[in-house]
């Protein structure tokens, strides 16, 4: 079983179960295809890399064998220049013999391109990435070595990932649940929780979790966003982000944000609204939900929906507004089904949506989701859209509230349960 480690500050170590990453990696060791690992910044991406090299060590790969360069640290500064970095590792790889290359954060590196196709055509090299923004994924080098790289894609802890981290007593799943979306599913953020022994600090524990994800959000919109697009005017990109972190789960359009921001007093063009969110999305920090025409079968050009990726970030950015918690909860089931693996979409019927429509490994699945359907008339309008679809699909309704039923075939389920199973 591979275990996850997050190293404590007083020396103790936490260990979260996250064995789908590493098994995915796994699974194409030793293949001729590059190896990317994408994600937001602090999600887990260079801990992965260190687990697999110590898993690799187990298997009797010597440390020769393996170099590992972390492109964000100063002492790697003049490793920047691709030839430089190319002809670091060239000259360190053994001969006759596999090689394990692991760079991370590549995308620090001017022309990383080069250096990464060269490698690749070595043979003997097997090829390991990380980035924190998806121009790994973009320009000709991509173009040119499709097909021949594979990504596994990183997310913050899952709710089952995070109940998991507790040691015992542990909290009850609704204490753990309202902490999830209140201290963030950063993995360090868990870590702080447990060095200060489950919350006997409370207040410095809070203190600390809003100092990481303060320096989270430093790093993505100064470091990713500003510095990527050369961003002059950072106040209105913050007030942006801000705004979308309000509206997770809403209904809307690049010109629907330019003219409600430009009525609230700050004046923004639809083409920079459309750039900063484009960085956003390149950063992982936002995931855009596009509408699927559900009859017709394709998916629409208008009115998409946002989400972001952590809901202790959005705190952060937007403070408590336990009243979303609809769409908060939209939001966390939303990244669970990119997390198992489906293409997410928003339903579009004929009168109606439905929350979403995932294409997965099962084929395609409904989703409705509501924190209670107590009430007979709430219960009748989160089933319509599910009834309304006429093919024999499985749906689902999602709530909070205890136990399980079916409705005409359709599965209503405690969504904490679900998100735990």
């Not at 055509?121 to 991509?142: C, I, M, P, R």
């Not at 939900?289 to 017709?296: L, M, P």
């Not at 408590?320 to 019927?349: F, M, P, W």
Request: glycine share 6%.
């Amino acid at each position: 079983m591979f275990l996850w480690f997050i190293k404590l500050h007083e020396g103790a170590e936490l260990m979260i179960n996250r064995p789908e990453y590493l098994k995915k990696l796994f699974s194409f060791k030793d293949k001729q295809l590059i190896k990317i690992v994408t994600g937001v910044r602090r999600c887990g991406k260079s801990t992965l890399l260190t687990l697999y090299q110590e898993e690799l060590r187990k298997l009797g790969v010597s440390q020769g064998q393996i170099q590992s360069i972390n492109l964000e640290d100063v002492d790697n500064e003049p490793r920047l220049d691709y030839r430089i970095l190319h002809e670091h590792i060239k000259t360190r790889l053994i001969p006759n013999k596999q090689n394990y290359v692991f760079l991370d954060e590549i995308q620090n590196v001017n022309g990383f391109e080069k250096t990464v196709r060269s490698l690749f055509d070595k043979g003997n090299v097997d090829l390991y990435l990380t980035g924190s923004n998806s121009k790994l994924q973009s320009g000709e080098w991509a173009t040119s070595l499709a097909g021949r790289y594979v990504e596994t894609h990183m997310f913050p802890l899952s709710f089952k990932e995070y109940t998991e981290a507790y040691s015992h007593p542990r909290p009850t799943i609704d204490d753990l649940y309202s902490r999830y979306l209140q201290y963030s599913s950063f993995p360090y953020a868990v870590s702080m929780i447990e060095n200060n022994g489950d919350f006997t600090n409370l207040q410095r524990t809070k203190a600390q979790i809003h100092d990481y994800l303060s320096g989270i959000y430093s790093s993505i919109v100064l470091k990713d966003v500003v510095e990527n697009k050369k961003i002059k005017e950072v106040g209105r990109l913050e007030k942006l982000i801000k705004f979308m972190a309000d509206n997770i789960g809403s209904e809307t359009s690049i010109k629907k944000i330019s003219d409600t921001m430009t009525s609230d007093g700050v004046k923004i063009l639809p083409l920079t609204v459309e750039s900063y969110i484009d960085a956003f999305l390149n950063s992982y920090v936002l995931y855009r939900a596009d509408r699927y025409d559900v009859k017709g079968k394709k998916i629409l050009k208008t009115l998409n929906k946002y989400y972001l990726v952590d809901m202790g970030l959005r705190r952060f950015l937007t403070g408590d507004k336990s009243a979303d918690r609809g769409h908060i909860l939209e939001n966390v089931v939303y990244l669970e089904l990119l997390r198992r693996g489906c293409k997410v979409y928003v339903g579009k019927l004929k009168t109606t949506e439905v929350d979403f429509v995932a294409e997965g490994m099962n084929g395609v699945e409904y989703y409705q989701v509501a924190e209670t359907v107590l009430g007979e008339e709430t219960l009748a309008r989160e089933l319509a859209p599910l009834d309304s679809i006429r093919d024999h699909n499985p749906k689902f309704l999602l709530t909070r509230d205890y136990g399980s039923a079916s409705h005409n075939g359709i599965q209503q389920k405690n969504v904490l349960e679900w998100l735990i199973c």
